[in-house]
C-alpha cells in the first residue's frame, strides 16, 4: 500500500491585514520606550544643573528625536508589511519592517493556542495570538488583532487542531 506524500504549503503573502489600531498600538510603545530612555537621563540633567556633561543632553535630545522619528514612520511600515491567514491546512503569517519573516505552521503541528491582552492592548481593544508548534523555531505570533477576531482566531484554531488527526510532534 504507497502512502501519500506530503505536498509542500505555498509561501504566499497571507490575506488578512491586523487591525488599524494596532498602528496606534505600535506608536504608544515606542512612546512608552522613549519615557524610559530619556527619563533617566533628564533626571541627571536636572539633579546636575549646570555641572551636568554636555554630552548628556546632546544623547537624551538624539534619543529623544531617533525615537519620535521611529514612532511616526514605523508604525504605518508595520501595518502595510504586518499579515496573517488561517487556512485548514497552515496558519501563515508576514512580520518585520527591516527584517521580513515569513513563517507557516501546517495545522497537524499546532500545540496550543494562545491569546495575550497587553495594558495598552487593553485600552486600544487590541490581543495578540500565539500559536505554539512543534518546531524548533518557537511560536507564530500574530500581534494587533482586534480583541473579538482575536478570540474567534483561537477558538477556531482549536477546533480545527482537535479535528486533525496527528500528535503535533
Not at 495575550?116 to 500565539?130: D, F, I, M, R
Request: a positive charge; aromatic letters at 6%.
Amino acid at each position: 500500500m504507497a502512502t501519500a506524500v506530503p505536498t509542500a504549503l505555498p509561501l504566499r503573502p497571507p490575506a488578512h491585514q491586523v487591525s488599524p489600531r494596532a498602528v496606534r498600538w505600535w506608536q504608544l510603545r515606542a512612546l512608552v520606550t522613549l519615557v524610559v530612555l530619556v527619563a533617566p537621563q533628564v533626571i541627571v540633567l536636572v539633579a546636575m544643573g549646570g555641572s551636568a556633561p554636555g554630552w548628556l543632553a546632546w544623547t537624551a535630545g538624539a534619543t529623544a528625536a531617533v525615537t519620535l522619528v521611529y514612532t511616526v514612520v514605523v508604525p504605518p511600515l508595520l501595518y502595510r508589511i504586518h499579515r496573517w491567514e488561517v487556512t485548514p491546512e497552515a496558519v501563515y503569517t508576514l512580520s518585520g519592517w527591516l527584517v521580513r519573516e515569513w513563517r507557516i505552521a501546517p495545522i497537524s503541528r499546532v500545540q496550543t493556542v494562545d491569546t495575550e491582552h497587553g495594558p495598552l492592548q487593553q485600552l486600544l481593544k487590541l490581543a495578540s495570538v500565539t500559536v505554539t508548534t512543534a518546531s524548533a523555531r518557537g511560536p507564530v505570533k500574530i500581534h494587533g488583532l482586534e480583541d473579538h477576531a482575536a478570540a474567534e482566531l483561537a477558538r477556531m484554531l482549536t477546533e480545527t487542531t482537535q479535528a486533525t488527526p496527528g500528535d503535533a510532534t
